[in-house]
Structure formats: C-alpha cells, structure tokens
C-alpha cells in the first residue's frame, strides 16, 4: 500500500513537473498588434462594430477580418489612431454601424426607477448597482456610455448625459461635470 502511494506520488511530481516545463517553454504570446489595437478602442464593449466588446474587435482588425471603421464610440479620432497604427488609408466611419456621438454618461432618475435589474443584466462592465425591487444608480467611474442599459428599461428612467472625455484617456470624469440642465430640460417636458 505503501510503495502504491509513493508511486503514485513519484508519477504526480514527475507530470507536474513536465507540464511546468512545458508551460515555460510552450508559452503562446497574444498577438501583440491586436494588444495594441485594443488599448486604441474606447473600451465601451458597446457591440456597436458587431462584435461582443472592443478586444474581439481588435482581434478581428489585427487578423484583416474587420476594417478599422466599425467602432462609433471611438468616432474619427479613433480611426486616425488606427490607420496610422497600421499604416492604412484613414476611412470613414462605416454608416452601417452607426454614427460618432458625444461622450455620454448613464444617469438613472431615481424617482422613476422600479427596481427591475434589466439595466444591470444588460450593462457590459458592471457599472450599475442596485437590488431587485430597489433603487439603481450608476457607478460614474466604471459607466463607458455604451447605452445598452437604455433599451431594456420599461420605466424610460435612464438618461444619456453628454460628459467631457479626457483626450490621454477614456475614463469618465468627475460626476460634477454632468450637464444637469440636459436633465431638467427632459423631466419638464
């Protein structure tokens, strides 16, 4: 009984140490062009360019099965990045995906919200919380303005608010910053 164990364990070192081994030395890098194109997206993970979220995206340029014009959210600036990141001719946003809006922020109007959780079920990066049956807010540091969480709301209390984008990157600033008069404006109609 003994010598089994031992052998067993003898077996379990010797495999563990040829899968390390091989792990090492088989490594498979990521593509590093699709990396870098990754890090170019806005990081909305919208679906607007019709894949599930920004890296698909990028994987799908990096492999010349997606054009660089597919990704709103991102809008020209985003493309310029692209084009010259690839060295390819500067195109257009393609008008089958959609077109360039300003930076947008979601904004739950509390009073409104019932508590359905189809927002949080649909948001693609976690950025609003709240209970079944209770209030639901928007985390503002982690919202990419994608919009998915607008269509499934049957109450209409989520609001798009325009916000500024800092240029070096693409996180949302302080919620200070929000149009509030954009807000009002809707309410009193």
């Known amino acids: 009984m003994l010598t089994a164990i031992l052998a067993i364990a003898g077996m379990a070192l010797v495999f563990g140490l040829l899968l ?5 030395h088989f490594k498979v890098e ?6 870098q ?8 993970q919208c679906g607007q360019c019709s894949f599930p979220g920004c890296k698909p995206y990028a994987e ?8 660089i014009n597919r990704c ?3 809008g020209e600036a985003t493309i310029h990045a692209l084009a010259d990141l690839l060295e390819v001719e500067f195109k257009p946003l393609d008008d089958e995906v959609g077109v360039e809006k ?10 409104r919200c019932i508590g ?13 919380l709240g209970a079944a049956k209770q209030m639901h807010t928007v985390i503002t540091d982690e919202c990419t303005g994608c919009e998915l969480c ?11 608010v325009e916000t500024e984008v800092e240029p070096s990157t693409w996180r949302w600033p302080d919620p200070s910053v929000i149009n509030v008069d954009q807000l009002n404006q809707r309410d009193n109609a």
């Open 60 to 67: 799908a340029i990096a492999s010349g099965e997606a054009d």
């Open 102 to 111: 300003p930076k947008t922020l979601a904004v739950i109007v509390e009073d």
């Open 72 to 74: 709103p959210p991102g």
């Open 37 to 44: 194109i990754d890090k170019l997206l806005p990081q909305t």
């Open 116 to 128: 359905c959780t189809l927002c949080i079920q649909a948001c693609p990066v976690d950025a609003i």
């Open 150 to 160: 607008v269509a499934p709301c049957p109450v209409d209390c989520i609001d798009m």
């Open 30 to 35: 990521g593509d590093p062009i699709a990396e």
């Open 20 to 24: 390390g081994f091989a792990a090492i």
